[in-house]
Each structure stands twice: as C-alpha cells, then as structure tokens.
C-alpha cells in the first residue's frame, strides 16, 4: 500500500464465555505520505477490511484539521476497494491464538504486519483506537456484533 511504513493490521478480538475468538472489526493503518507512521491520529490513513475475505473496504479515512475521505491512496495511487490483504486467514489465526493466551483479557485490539513469509505480531492493545475503527467500519454495532452481545444479555436500542 505504501512503501514508506510498516502498514499494519488493527484487529480487534472478543474472547467469548465458551473460549472461542470472535472477530469484531479490522482495518489497514498506512502513511498517508512518505514518513513512516501510519498513526490515524498523527495523519495516517485507516481503511476497513472485510473480516471474512480480508478485502478491503471502498472508503478510506485521513484525519487532518477535519476528516477526509480517500478511495485510493493519494501517494501510491492503489485504489482501496478489492485490495486483498495477503495472507489474510493466517492474520486471523495469528490474532485469535493470542487472544487465547491473553485469556485474561477479553478483547484486544492487534496490530499485525505481513512480511513476504506471513504475519508478524506487533503488538495487543487494550484501547484500540475506537476513531478509526468507527469511521473504517460505520460503527461497531453491526447486526453481527448485535447478536453476538445479546449472548450476553447486552442490548442497544436506536
């Protein structure tokens, strides 16, 4: 996506009461230019991936002075819609086999890169950076995530 960071994966996994690893939202952080942060909050850019294929979403997001939406990256000129995420099941796998070890933790927000050989872990987060996410993937209330919160007696009216 952007030669001149380390584009990373934020995925953010539920542990569930019956020890499996749900997966509740992802999305790509990159540079929007030629430094290497692809901080959202520092001018990074985040785009939504698709959970199941690992694609990416159509819409990209850059906060400056005020939110800005991209369909392809203003330096490298990749469009975003279709992009696939390589190695994106073994991203998934990588992420919930150490939600598994962090047990004590319920959720976690994982940032991933992928090398030419698969993922690498960066690091878990117990503050995920909600901004991005909401914005990648238009909230985290999706009809998914609703059903899987009433398992647990939660539920959001609107």
């Known amino acids: 996506m952007n030669p ?3 584009n990373t994966i934020r995925l953010i996994t539920l542990l569930t009461r019956d020890g499996e690893v749900e997966f509740l939202a992802a999305m790509l952080r990159t540079s929007s230019d030629g430094t290497a942060v692809d901080n959202f909050s520092l001018g990074g850019i985040v785009v939504g991936v698709d959970i ?6 159509e819409r990209g997001f850059q906060k400056t002075t005020h939110a800005v939406e991209l369909r ?7 469009v975003f819609k279709g992009f696939e995420v390589p190695y994106w099941n073994e991203v998934k796998e ?7 070890v962090f047990s004590e933790l ?14 690498v872990m960066i690091e878990g987060n117990i ?3 909600t901004t991005g996410i ?8 999706t009809q998914k995530n609703r059903a899987l ?4 007696g939660l539920t959001f009216h609107t």
């Not at 199941?52 to 979403?57: A, I, R």
């Not at 392809?72 to 990749?78: A, C, F, I, M, N």
């Not at 990588?94 to 598994?100: H, I, L, S």
């Not at 919160?149 to 647990?152: E, I, L, M, Q, V």
């Open 4 to 6: 001149f960071c380390l």
């Open 127 to 129: 503050e995920w950076g």
């Open 72 to 78: 392809r990256h203003p330096l490298t000129g990749v």
């Open 94 to 100: 990588t992420a919930a086999k150490a939600q598994k």
């Open 52 to 57: 199941e294929t690992g694609k990416l979403k």
């Open 134 to 141: 909401q914005a990648t993937n238009g909230g985290l209330l």
């Open 106 to 119: 319920k959720t976690i927000g994982w940032d991933l890169a992928v090398s030419p050989s698969g993922p």
């Open 149 to 152: 919160f009433a398992r647990y």
